[in-house]
């Protein structure tokens, strides 16, 4: 029922630009937060931005100034615009929202409280 589908991913050069989509059905966007989580091969998933259900957003240190992070709850949509990327950025993005809506604004880099993820598209840069 449940289903988050990332999609825009790809293999580009260092200091190029990509911009990631999370579709979603089975479930609103809308009262819910929503992030994004990399995994680089051999490295834990991590944190990389997160957009509230009230509007506010969130970014990993990694990303603050590269990563835009936004929503259209209209289209049930959400996107990571990703600038300047470097190959450090080379990993599995994922896209994930949490089980409850309206929640309170805490815990939102942390895997454990997001109840639904995408399957992950792979951004690759090169050096």
């Known amino acids: 029922q449940v289903q988050l589908v990332e999609s825009g991913g790809g293999l580009v050069q260092a200091g190029s630009s990509l911009t990631l989509f999370c579709a979603a059905s089975?479930?609103?966007?809308?009262?819910?937060?929503v992030g994004w989580f990399r995994q680089a091969p051999g490295k834990e998933r991590e944190f990389v931005a997160a957009t509230t259900w009230s509007g506010s957003t969130l970014y990993a240190d990694s990303v603050k100034g590269r990563f835009t992070i936004s929503r259209d709850n209209a289209k049930n949509t959400v996107s990571l615009q990703m600038n300047s990327l470097n190959p450090e950025d080379t990993a599995i993005y994922y896209c994930a929202t949490t089980n409850g809506r309206y929640q309170v604004i805490v815990g939102l880099t942390a895997t454990q409280n997001y109840a639904y993820w995408g399957q992950g598209t792979q951004v690759t840069v090169s050096s």
């Open positions: 089975g479930i609103t966007f809308s009262g819910r937060h």
